[in-house]
């Protein structure tokens, strides 16, 4: 889905991607970054949140939290990171940016929380009940710090993703606020929920959800009860052009993700103002049955729209050209994707060493695939800066 819009609008990193890969600088199976882009994306993001005065996040899960991806972030002005688990907090922390939010989505194991509060010291912690919020308040009090809490508040009609529900019923919250107030090491900084946002595909545009009323009435039942300056933290499908929106409805914080890499759904139906930066890249091992099999690993495509053609562009020179473009047989999510089934029929059949290129949504920490982060490319002298893990971690590659 997102291959054409790379195609048209940034076809100068699929050309240097290729040329790295058919040059022995980028393994197969790989996410590969225009960190260029990256930069450029994260200050278009960073300006118009300042002009609207919203705290901004950057979330890295979505390219495996990729060290040189965070700091070209940190260049185009997002100093700040949220951790969407406790392997996003290590691996923002230790590339140089500072952590913003943590617990959020994935709360903190009961045994991590005061090492987190000391080793990262976020500015915000989400907590889904008192259990939680007593565990951080503990951590901060034991490192001498009081810890900033965000209560994730839920109201009948909201919307959440299979597995992430949970929270404080948003009725309560002026109570919670003051339960939350009263734990030693801990107070009350805000409310959050997930997703604020939503692609609708009926109407091809992205929409608030009746989560982000639920923030909105919160909000204003903690003003009531005569709370000020609270933090409403509001992500889900963020781009630039959604800022507005998300400030007019109250929130303070924005969580950009896909934002900084240009793939959020609306990117794949408008020219959005931030540029596609992320690919998928890997590499024909062998040839049976009218199939070129590509080497897998990375084949985790956020099912943000329904079931589609998924196409890659496969050859030995760089390339965007649509005579390049082969449809591709993608195992199911029930499967481990040792390897995809390009169609090798028609003229040019692909050969064992081409470069495959696909353009999907991707979540790499939830793959065996390297991160690869490429600068220069703006330039015409890419150089690959980064090759790591879904961890932020320096890859042992070629062994």
Sequence with gaps: MFLDVLRRRNPAFIEAAMALHQQGKIPANAYVLDLDAVERNARILSDEA??????????????????????????????????????????????????????HLQQVARHEA????????????????????????????????TQGLLARIRAEGDTFYRGHEGGYDASEVAAVADRLDALDGGRFAGIT????????????????????????????????????????????????VMLAALAEAGATQCEPGNGLHGTTALHAMEDLPEVPAVLYLTEVSHLSGGKAYCFGGGFYIDPVFPPYDVKAIVGAEPTTAADALRSVEV????????????????????????????????????????????????????????????????AAWPV
Aim: a positive charge; glycine letters at 10%.
């Design 50 to 103: 300042a002009r609207l005065g919203l705290k901004t996040f950057a979330m890295t899960k979505q390219v495996g939290r990729s060290s040189s991806f965070c700091r070209a972030v940190k260049r185009g002005g997002i100093e700040r990171a949220v951790a969407v688990d406790m392997a996003c907090a290590r691996a923002t922390h230790n590339a140089g940016l500072k952590l913003a939010h943590l617990g």
């Design 114 to 145: 005061a090492a987190a509060s000391k080793r990262f010291e976020p500015e915000y912690w989400t907590v889904f009940n008192d259990t939680k919020a007593a565990e951080a308040s503990a951590g901060a009090k034991a490192a001498g710090r």
């Design 193 to 240: 929920t997930f997703p604020a946002l939503l692609f609708d595909l009926a109407t091809r545009k992205v929409l608030p959800t009746h989560n982000l009323a639920t923030l909105s009435r919160a909000a204003e039942a903690l003003a009531r009860a005569g709370r000020k300056d609270i933090e409403v933290n509001a992500p889900g499908t963020t781009s630039s």
């Design 331 to 394: 195992p199911p999510p029930s499967a481990i994707d040792y390897y995809a089934m390009i169609d090798a029929t028609g003229a040019a059949e692909p050969k064992p060493g081409d470069t495959a290129v696909f353009g999907f949504r991707g979540q790499a920490f939830v793959t065996r695939a390297y991160v690869v982060g490429v600068s220069g490319i703006a330039k015409g002298e890419p150089v690959v800066e980064t090759i790591e893990n879904g961890f932020g971690e320096t």
